[in-house]
């Protein structure tokens, strides 16, 4: 059974039978759209039936061929990385659709691109072609450039055209990448098939094509995570998105270009990024502190959420740099595995995590009290239990407090950076301690002192919000608790890469 294309394309059929069903009949298009994004959940759990844990490299490959012409084919596989960001964006996406089941504007159309956005981010994590990963990399961006342009807040127009430029320019830097390979391959065997592309390496070395090609994945990649400087647009999609569509952008889309660094960055251009690799870490340490630091002088809930994301990622393109530092010194090849390790367990942990707390920004603005000003509350878990209880719970693990999730990615990601780039990661330690401020300061002005009587009679969670949010705060327990199985089977694709990037043999 074709098991990927089953799961990559249910998304897509889900979107062409909603298509079809009258506009004047939401119920039925909000059960038929939760019924495919359930289908597609299990579809992707059942991927790890097919999965053979004890191989690392890239396996269920299905393929046909499609433009042969020019070297084109339909081939997709997974890794433990990939499978893992796969049932990630599933399970995000399935959750989203549970949380938005209450929006009452253009139902069809919000349900319709949803399910199209979700066919888009599993066939970056499938695509084993550089024409089908960009077919698909481009294809985020539409859905979400309507999400964000129909359904987001009052700048929403402003908001959509930034995020939509933006990530064009970096498509475009990357698609030249892509070219530049493709044309540096041997006449007769030009192709775009990404596993051949990385055995052959047709731009191996420092010349200056190969530092162009690196450079084009790299604003293509950096401007999706989004790296300092080129972050300025993550604010303003995050803040005017619609609360499941920030819940994507911060859980899945950021991850686009983290897993694309670790993909492909490292493994294409070795050489090349190990000579930028101390560059790469400065940003990646601007990020950390600029993020928190910002992120502590907003009064707006969901920027001081967005602005927590750009810390964050900061923290996995520390360690993706502290491994590509690690080149050519086989003294460090564990450490660098250790900090590989962190990184994708940081964008798991994450995904999780920063979900959680962008759903709960929109339970609290949408449905309750149509603000985000953090001095606006004080004394709210004493009017509702069971919310501050989940908050408090995803902001303590954004925090990194050990025994949930944050804890142990953030702990592999310093452990192994700390033995490669000492000094920016000691430095970067300082984002862990404004992180930590500026989270108990949101708590204590949010949750704790006496309550305000204008919110005195607000309801607590309700039965759809708590299905929404509960399994994002079991994940973060159970992986904070007992992290191994996970991070045993990221550890199989990372070593993999590190194969590639010739770290290990």
Known sequence: MPILTVTL????LGTLVVLFLPPHDPHRIR????????????????????????????????????????????????????LALAILTTLLTLLS????????????????????????????????????????????????????GIWGGPRREYAAIKFFLYTLVGSLAML??????????????????VLRILEIRPLSGTGLVTQLAFWGFFLSFAIKVPMWPFHTWLPDAHVEAPTAGSVILAAILLK??????????????????????????????????????????????????AYSSVNHMGYVMLAVAAAAAARGKPELAGPAATALNGAVLEMLAHGVITGALFLIVGVLYDYR??????????????????????????MFASLGLPGLMGFVAEFLIFVGSFAILPVHTAIAAVGI?????????????????????????LPDLDRREAWALVPLVVLMIVFGVYPRPLVEFINLSTTQVMQLVGLVR
């Open 9 to 12: 394309f249910l998304p897509l």
């Open 31 to 82: 059960r038929v759209t939760l019924g495919f994004a359930g289908l597609t959940f299990l579809s992707s759990l059942a991927i790890l039936s097919y999965f053979d844990f004890g191989r690392r490299e890239i396996q269920l490959l299905e393929q046909a061929a499609w433009i042969p012409a020019i070297g084109v084919q339909y081939k997709v596989g997974v890794d433990s990385m990939s």
């Open 97 to 148: 659709v549970v949380y938005s089941l209450r929006v009452e504007e253009r139902v069809k159309e919000y349900n319709l691109l949803f399910l199209l956005l979700e066919t888009g981010m599993l066939g970056v994590f499938f695509a084993l072609d550089f024409f089908l990963f960009y077919v698909f990399w481009e294809l985020t961006l539409v859905p979400m450039y309507f999400l964000i």
């Open 176 to 193: 030249l990448a892509i070219l530049l390979l493709y044309f540096h391959l041997p006449p007769g065997e030009r192709t775009f098939d």
């Open 256 to 305: 686009l270009g983290t897993y694309g660094f670790v993909r492909f960055s490292l493994p294409l251009f070795p050489e090349v990024f190990q000579q930028h690799a101390s560059l790469i870490a400065v940003l990646a340490l601007i990020g950390i502190i600029y993020g928190a630091l910002v992120a502590m002088a907003q009064q707006d809930l969901k920027k001081l959420v």
């Open 369 to 394: 009290t149509h603000t985000r000003g953090v001095e606006d509350f004080g004394g709210l878990w004493a009017v509702l239990p069971k919310y501050g209880a989940v908050t408090i719970t995803a």
């Open 433 to 457: 301690i404004v992180t930590a401020a500026f989270f108990l300061w949101t708590i204590q002005r949010i949750f704790l002192g006496p309550p305000n009587p204008r919110w005195g009679n």
